[in-house]
């Protein structure tokens, strides 16, 4: 018997041809997987007896039982693997052989109380449960000695970012250890998502990460589209595209302008905040929202470009590209930017590896991960888009990243404009007039899409019902995998360098926290 079912970005597959495997096999087989190439997307779990009778064990083995599916992604051969197994209240912590599964195992058992035994740190991810402990009310790591003090920073912050708390174990201005507790930001997202589609499926996809509407509605369209099999409009497929271009050209030219306010160097700071507006108000031009809200939906685009916009934007992004580079130019040529940011906050390559990271932060340690490239959607491919990494894993090489996206992005975009194809913006059984969640979708179906957001990538996966209604859906931010990364990057660094390094992740609260 075949231990997965293979899939491409961006399809369906029956439920019932996802194996199921004996719990020991099935462990077996995701860590042989890994250890052959693969990385795992998402790992995620239903009450057996939650599933449709179709899928489910028989009543007598499936009470007390969670059924466990693995999502793991083969980069070199642009595919996806899907395999399952049961487990009911124990099994021996996978974490120890496959750290990137850290979190995850940590997630199943805030959830439905399994488990991992022998996990190196069991404690709650997002504090999901009224009548659970509170966020941030979790034990935290300890180191003793003398000399030893902690630091405790959050979860309220100066300003206006979300809210995290963040334990320093120092040993005087060094940092030993640094654990980061999330969770105060959880909404509920995956368990309102149920019973969908509805009307409110899209707008809840459109606030998963508010400064990734675009990236995460793109991805929820990707399993929509799978599950209903439907084609997607050339023209809508572009200006989706567009508009993810534009996503990332306004948060990475924030970002840069923020590495460069944290290092003092007020020019660029002060060049990227007002071109960052520009990138924004670009994406507004498409769709009448700066963050691209209303504009990505299934079948393509609901919005047009007529030619005289197409034009406009054009020649927008160029120039908006040529004032990036010269901001980024001040900032990377000067000495005093370069030494603070070279050999601060490194995260190495086999470490970047170990722990799943994706997007800005692996490829900054070298981990050539795009899903744009490495899994592009369907009517995406065979767009001449380059990859960009850097060696040095450090807050240097994550600023370099983003520069060299930046360029890659304008380039992309404003190629992408020029070569529009013509015809209509959605294609049947969707249109701009028709809601989108009375669309029937498959029934007994597991649909995938990933989407490679400004942070990285992003990963959807969603089960349907008999009556083709989602009974479970399942989100996996970048930041998931990437919180771990900053925790690891502040290692043996100065505490003052904290700042830097958060801000050269830049990762989201609300999308880890759901």
Same mark, same amino acid.
């Given at each position: 018997?075949?231990?997965?079912?293979?899939?491409?970005?961006?399809?369906?597959?029956?439920?019932?041809?996802?194996?199921?495997?004996?719990?020991?096999?099935?462990?077996?087989?995701?860590?042989?997987?890994?250890?052959?190439?693969?990385?795992?997307?998402?790992?995620?779990?239903?009450?057996?007896?939650?599933?449709?009778?179709?899928?489910?064990?028989?009543?007598?083995?499936?009470?007390?039982?969670?059924?466990?599916?693995?999502?793991?992604?083969?980069?070199?051969?642009?595919?996806?693997?899907?395999?399952?197994?049961?487990?009911?209240?124990?099994?021996?912590?996978?974490?120890?052989?496959?750290?990137?599964?850290?979190?995850?195992?940590?997630?199943?058992?805030?959830?439905?109380?399994?488990?991992?035994?022998?996990?190196?740190?069991?404690?709650?991810?997002?504090?999901?449960?009224?009548?659970?402990?509170?966020?941030?009310?979790?034990?935290?790591?300890?180191?003793?000695?003398?000399?030893?003090?902690?630091?405790?920073?959050?979860?309220?912050?100066?300003?206006?970012?979300?809210?995290?708390?963040?334990?320093?174990?120092?040993?005087?201005?060094?940092?030993?250890?640094?654990?980061?507790?999330?969770?105060?930001?959880?909404?509920?997202?995956?368990?309102?998502?149920?019973?969908?589609?509805?009307?409110?499926?899209?707008?809840?996809?459109?606030?998963?990460?508010?400064?990734?509407?675009?990236?995460?509605?793109?991805?929820?369209?990707?399993?929509?589209?799978?599950?209903?099999?439907?084609?997607?409009?050339?023209?809508?497929?572009?200006?989706?595209?567009?508009?993810?271009? /534009?996503?990332?050209? @306004?948060?990475?030219? =924030? *970002?840069?302008? #923020?590495? +460069?306010?944290?290092?003092?160097?007020?020019? %660029?700071?002060?060049?990227?905040?007002?071109?960052?507006?520009?990138?924004?108000?670009?994406?507004?031009?498409?769709?009448?929202?700066?963050?691209?809200?209303?504009?990505?939906?299934?079948?393509?685009?609901?919005?047009?470009?007529?030619?005289?916009?197409?034009?406009?934007?054009?020649?927008?992004?160029?120039?908006?590209?040529?004032?990036?580079?010269?901001?980024?130019?001040?900032?990377?040529?000067?000495?005093?930017?370069?030494?603070?940011?070279?050999?601060?906050?490194?995260?190495?390559?086999?470490?970047?590896?170990?722990?799943?990271?994706?997007?800005?932060?692996?490829?900054?340690?070298?981990?050539?991960?795009?899903?744009?490239?490495?899994?592009?959607?369907?009517?995406?491919?065979?767009?001449? /888009?380059?990859?960009? @990494?850097?060696?040095? =894993? *450090?807050?240097? #090489?994550? +600023?370099?990243?983003?520069?060299?996206?930046? %360029?890659?992005?304008?380039?992309?975009?404003?190629?992408?404009?020029?070569?529009?194809?013509?015809?209509?913006?959605?294609?049947?059984?969707?249109?701009?007039?028709?809601?989108?969640?009375?669309?029937?979708?498959?029934?007994?179906?597991?649909?995938?899409?990933?989407?490679?957001?400004?942070?990285?990538?992003?990963?959807?996966?969603?089960?349907?019902?008999?009556?083709?209604?989602?009974?479970?859906?399942?989100?996996?931010?970048?930041?998931?995998?990437?919180?771990?990364?900053?925790?690891?990057?502040?290692?043996?660094?100065?505490?003052?360098?904290?700042?830097?390094?958060?801000?050269?992740?830049?990762?989201?609260?609300?999308?880890?926290?759901?």
């Amino acid at each position: 018997m075949t231990k997965h079912c293979t899939i491409q970005n961006g399809q369906a597959v029956p439920l019932q041809a996802i194996p199921y495997l004996g719990w020991q096999e099935f462990c077996d087989w995701i860590l042989a997987e890994c250890a052959s190439g693969a990385r795992v997307c998402a790992f995620f779990g239903v009450p057996e007896t939650g599933l449709p009778a179709p899928v489910r064990l028989p009543e007598a083995e499936a009470k007390g039982r969670t059924r466990i599916v693995a999502i793991l992604a083969r980069d070199s051969e642009s595919t996806l693997s899907i395999s399952s197994g049961a487990v009911a209240h124990a099994y021996p912590s996978l974490t120890p052989l496959l750290p990137a599964l850290h979190l995850f195992e940590r997630e199943l058992h805030e959830k439905y109380g399994i488990v991992p035994q022998g996990h190196p740190w069991l404690k709650p991810v997002r504090f999901p449960h009224a009548e659970g402990p509170r966020a941030g009310d979790a034990p935290f790591f300890t180191v003793s000695g003398e000399e030893v003090h902690e630091v405790a920073v959050g979860p309220i912050h100066a300003g206006i970012i979300e809210c995290g708390h963040f334990r320093f174990q120092c040993y005087g201005e060094v940092v030993m250890h640094l654990e980061i507790s999330l969770g105060y930001h959880h909404r509920g997202i995956e368990k309102a998502l149920v019973n969908g589609l509805t009307k409110n499926t899209l707008p809840l996809m459109e606030v998963i990460a508010g400064d990734t509407s675009i990236g995460h509605t793109w991805a929820a369209c990707g399993v929509i589209e799978a599950l209903a099999d439907c084609a997607v409009a050339p023209r809508g497929q572009m200006l989706r595209a567009i508009a993810l271009e /534009l996503e990332r050209l @306004a948060n990475h030219t =924030g *970002d840069l302008g #923020a590495l +460069a306010g944290d290092v003092g160097f007020l020019p %660029t700071a002060s060049y990227c905040g007002r071109i960052r507006g520009d990138f924004l108000n670009m994406t507004a031009t498409l769709c009448g929202n700066r963050f691209g809200r209303g504009l990505v939906r299934p079948g393509g685009s609901a919005f047009n470009a007529e030619p005289a916009i197409v034009e406009d934007l054009v020649k927008r992004i160029r120039a908006a590209y040529r004032d990036v580079k010269g901001a980024a130019d001040l900032m990377f040529n000067a000495t005093s930017v370069t030494a603070r940011m070279m050999g601060t906050g490194t995260v190495p390559e086999k470490t970047a590896a170990a722990m799943g990271m994706v997007g800005v932060a692996a490829r900054a340690s070298n981990i050539r991960l795009d899903a744009r490239v490495t899994h592009p959607l369907p009517h995406m491919r065979g767009h001449d /888009l380059r990859l960009c @990494a850097e060696e040095s =894993g *450090d807050v240097q #090489a994550r +600023a370099l990243v983003r520069m060299r996206e930046v %360029t890659e992005s304008a380039a992309f975009a404003a190629r992408l404009l020029e070569h529009l194809p013509s015809g209509e913006t959605m294609a049947a059984p969707f249109s701009p007039t028709e809601p989108a969640h009375e669309t029937m979708l498959a029934p007994l179906s597991c649909g995938v899409a990933l989407v490679e957001g400004w942070r990285g990538e992003i990963c959807h996966a969603a089960l349907t019902d008999e009556d083709g209604r989602f009974f479970h859906y399942n989100v996996v931010d970048p930041s998931f995998h990437n919180w771990i990364g900053l925790a690891l990057a502040l290692r043996d660094q100065q505490i003052s360098d904290f700042p830097l390094c958060n801000k050269s992740f830049n990762l989201s609260y609300c999308g880890h926290d759901l």
